[in-house]
Nanobody
């Protein structure tokens, strides 16, 4: 059984930074693409960023490109999201997710991810 546990959320002022982490239990973390999604109140869950199983290629939503950086440490079974220049519209619950297929190229659609964390709240004040 795979478990994903996010941490690092909190309250920050606009322009500030936060670093989220997602710790994965179980083996085979290193052969699955991983992604971050977020969901704001009253809105649908949306793609934020993704990274290939080896960490060599990353993908970002246009809204976070240039401000957020996704990375992973396969030796520690951990996924990260460095968030800089935060804006009030970044306020949401952030989730990490694991691709449903080994060695797959990450995609933006949430139905291609089969394991999800419980989420961590990020609040950006203006």
């Amino acid at each position: 059984q795979v478990q994903l546990v996010e941490s690092g959320g909190g309250l920050v002022q606009a322009g500030g930074s936060l670093r989220l982490a997602c710790a994965a239990s179980g083996r085979a973390f290193s052969i699955y693409a991983m992604a971050w999604f977020r969901q704001a109140p009253g809105k649908e869950r949306e793609f934020v960023a993704a990274i290939t199983w080896g960490g060599g290629v990353t993908y970002y939503a246009d809204s976070v490109k240039g401000r957020f950086t996704v990375s992973r440490d396969n030796a520690k079974n951990t996924l990260y999201l460095q968030m800089n220049s935060l804006k009030p519209e970044d306020t949401a619950v952030y989730y990490c997710a694991r691709s449903d297929r080994m060695y797959a190229v990450p995609v933006t659609a949430s139905w291609h991810y089969d394991y999800w964390g419980q989420g961590t709240q990020v609040t950006v004040s203006s």
